[in-house]
């Protein structure tokens, strides 16, 4: 009688509740973008305290953050299990608001490296460094790791993914006069899944900035946006909403309104 209580008590109809009573859940953010386009700084300002995550150091984006109060980081992850590792101190302690995987494209790397049984990676990887049945495994073992980061979310806890880009293989398509897809620089499976499961995914980049003018052309006034010179002559961009090239996604209730573009974007 005991287990048939029990039984009960866990049983799925028991859960049942109004949807806007589900708990909070953190954030699962990946953002995408080239090198030196904000990803970072913009990770950077999420809540604290923050468990800062890097792959290797060949690229070392704290370097921009150093100023940045309320952020660890542990020395860069040797092996993909020790991101697990990280995982499981935040579900016995819930030290961290934010987690950050600062290079996930690295992170790819190193999974192929503990896969390969290599010492280290090659400086400029090719797909001939394996066959595709081992990026098949690569790409399998990769989605374990990452789903154990992302399910860190259900605590509360807002898990940051950061990446470069990769533009989606469009040859023999050029009948169809598609435009290029650009993603998270992983395997094409790995990408996929990755833009599927996180609720917000963003595009970072930088382009000059302008400011409206009112200028004469002959006899007619014409409004022109007119490219600033000097110090603060550039300006960094985090595309939102959907857009031709980049997949880009923001779950909000329907009818809020997204911007396809935010200069100088911060968490809040």
């Known amino acids: 009688q005991a287990v048939k209580r029990q ?3 866990n049983s799925i109809l028991d859960s049942i509740q109004a949807v806007g009573d589900l708990p909070t859940a953190g954030l699962k953010f990946l953002i995408f973008g080239g090198s030196g386009t904000g990803k970072t700084t913009l990770a950077a300002s999420f809540p604290k305290r923050l468990l800062f995550v890097r792959p290797e150091q060949v690229e070392d984006g704290s370097l921009s953050i150093r100023r940045v109060a309320g952020i660890d980081a542990p020395r860069p992850l040797q092996s993909p299990d020790e991101l697990d590792e990280l995982c499981a101190e ?20 190193i999974v192929l490296k503990k896969i390969l049984g290599l010492k280290d990676i090659p400086a400029q990887l090719s797909w001939g460094i394996a066959d595709q049945k081992t990026w098949g495994i690569v790409s399998n073992e990769l989605k374990e790791h990452l789903r154990n980061l992302l399910r860190l979310a259900q ?16 040859e023999g398509r050029e009948e169809l006069l598609l435009m290029p897809t650009v993603m998270i620089a992983l395997t094409p499976s ?8 996180c609720d917000y995914n963003v595009h970072t980049a930088i382009r000059r900035r302008t400011v409206t003018k009112k200028i004469m052309v002959g006899e007619k006034e014409v ?6 010179n000097g110090e603060n ?5 985090l595309t939102i909403g959907p857009h031709d090239i ?4 923001f779950r909000v209730d329907r009818g809020t309104k997204v911007p396809e573009l935010i200069v100088d974007a911060t968490y809040d």
């Open 246 to 249: 980049y997949q880009t996604k």
């Open 223 to 228: 409004v022109k946006q007119v490219p600033v």
């Open 7 to 9: 039984a009960t008590t």
């Open 90 to 109: 935040q579900r016995r302690t819930n030290r961290w608001k934010t987690i950050v995987l600062d290079g996930v494209t690295k992170f790819q790397d």
């Open 155 to 170: 605590g509360g806890c807002n898990v940051v993914i950061l990446g470069g880009e990769r533009s989606l293989d469009t």
């Open 233 to 237: 002559k550039f300006e960094f961009c």
């Open 190 to 197: 790995s990408m996929g899944w990755l833009h599927e499961v």
